[in-house]
Every structure is written in structure tokens, then in C-alpha cells.
């Protein structure tokens, strides 16, 4: 199994590009997340989908839109890239809810832009 | 969103020290308590968790403790070794139970 897998790896946009970040598991888990990882501001939440056809807003979900295409996939799209938004994202998946099963995460992008 | 201080954020040992970090939550609701460990280019790992049923809870040299009335709960690492120098992450699950709060970490050298 490869578990949790995110592409690309590394990314460069401008300012005003827009991109879409993929993740899939292959665990057959309910529950997938978006986090975003920031120098000492550890992981925040973007976005999470508790199940398939569902998505709901995390802590910082402004400049960004999710699509959870099935139960395997679920994308990150930013449509208007700006500065603020290079970081590190992360994708992960749970079995089902937080509160009751561990999150597995995927190796994460790179996202730098100028 | 709701939360969580981790404290200290950077913490340096010798080899063979224990090394404890804390968190605090503000989310009375919050009944599920992970932590993870994150190596320099790596993605998070859990190492241990912790439901609020429970005071304690080890896995060889290292234990999780909870105290659910001043709400903190910690992680103990002992006999530390160089291996273990990473960035440590608490989390706490939110109101809704679909999601984790994560403090901002702890990044712990263990020096030889």
C-alpha cells in the first residue's frame, strides 16, 4: 500500500496562477485533510472532508477550494495564488473521525510563490 | 479555532536526559489528545495518543500524561537519544470530533 501520496512535490507559481494540489490514500479511509505548515506556526487546517460528498472549512480556508472527487481523492485548488499563500501543504486521511482514529499524513508539496 | 498552547518550543538535551513538553487546551469538548513527531523533511508520524478516559499512558521510553480539569496534557520522553531529535507536535480533536488543533510545536535536539 502507499498510503497517503500527494503530487507534485515542489511547485513555483506567480502571483495570480492558479494550481491544484492532488491527493489520493488508498487505505480506504473515510476522512481526508488539508493542513498547510508554516515556520513556527505548526499545522493548520484548510479544509477537511469527513466523508465522501462532504467538505467543511478548517482555520484558514480563504483562497482556497476543495473537491473530495471520491472516496480515494481529494484536491486543493488555489485559484489566485498570492505570496502569503507559499508554505508546505499536507494532505492526511483517517479511517474515519479525529477524534477516534489516527491521521496518516502524505509527504507533503512545496509551494513557493512569487 | 479552538487552542492549543505547546510549550516549550525549543528544548535541548544531553543524550540520556528526559525531555517533557506541555500543552494546554481551551476546547472543554476536546476527548482526543495525539502527539506527533515530524523529522526535518519528513511528514508527521503519530508517536502516542491519548483519550480522556485515560490519566497516563506509556509505550516504552516514552508516556503521555492528561489532566482533563486544567486541561494539559504532556509528553515524557526518556533516556533520550539523538535519534529522537525532531519537531513534536500535541494536537487536541475539536467540538465537532472531525478535527485536530495542532500547537505549534517543539523542536527537541538531543545532543551525544
Known amino acids: 500500500n502507499a498510503g497517503v501520496t500527494q503530487t507534485p512535490k515542489f511547485q513555483v507559481l506567480k502571483t495570480g496562477q492558479s494550481m491544484t494540489l492532488q491527493c489520493a490514500q488508498d487505505?480506504?479511509?473515510?476522512?481526508m485533510y488539508w493542513y498547510r505548515q508554516d515556520p513556527g506556526m505548526g499545522l493548520r487546517l484548510i479544509y477537511y472532508?469527513?466523508?465522501?460528498?462532504?467538505?467543511d472549512k478548517g482555520e484558514v480556508p480563504n483562497g482556497y477550494n476543495v473537491s473530495r472527487l471520491n472516496k480515494r481523492e481529494f484536491s486543493l485548488r488555489l485559484e489566485s495564488a498570492a505570496p502569503s499563500q507559499t508554505s508546505v501543504y499536507f494532505c492526511?486521511?483517517?479511517?474515519?473521525?479525529?477524534?477516534?482514529?489516527?491521521?496518516?499524513f502524505g509527504p507533503g508539496t512545496r509551494l513557493t510563490v512569487l | 479555532g479552538e487552542n492549543v498552547e505547546q510549550h516549550p518550543s525549543t528544548l535541548s538535551v544531553q543524550e540520556g536526559d528526559s525531555a517533557v513538553i506541555k500543552c494546554t487546551y481551551s476546547?472543554?469538548?476536546?476527548?482526543?489528545f495525539p502527539w506527533y513527531k515530524q523529522e526535518l523533511g519528513k511528514r508527521p508520524q503519530l508517536i502516542i495518543d491519548?483519550?480522556?478516559?485515560?490519566g497516563e499512558k506509556k509505550d516504552q521510553r516514552i508516556a503521555v500524561t492528561l489532566n482533563k480539569t486544567a486541561k494539559h496534557f504532556s509528553l515524557h520522553i526518556t533516556e533520550t537519544q539523538p535519534e529522537d531529535s525532531a519537531v513534536y507536535f500535541c494536537a487536541a480533536s475539536n467540538s465537532s470530533g472531525y478535527a485536530l488543533n495542532f500547537g505549534k510545536g517543539t523542536s527537541l535536539l538531543v545532543t551525544p
Open positions: 492526511a486521511s483517517s479511517m474515519d473521525r479525529a477524534a477516534l482514529y489516527e491521521q496518516f
Open positions: 487505505m480506504n479511509h473515510n476522512s
Open positions: 472532508s469527513a466523508s465522501e460528498g462532504t467538505t
Open positions: 491519548i483519550r480522556s478516559n485515560v
Open positions: 476546547d472543554s469538548a476536546s476527548n482526543y
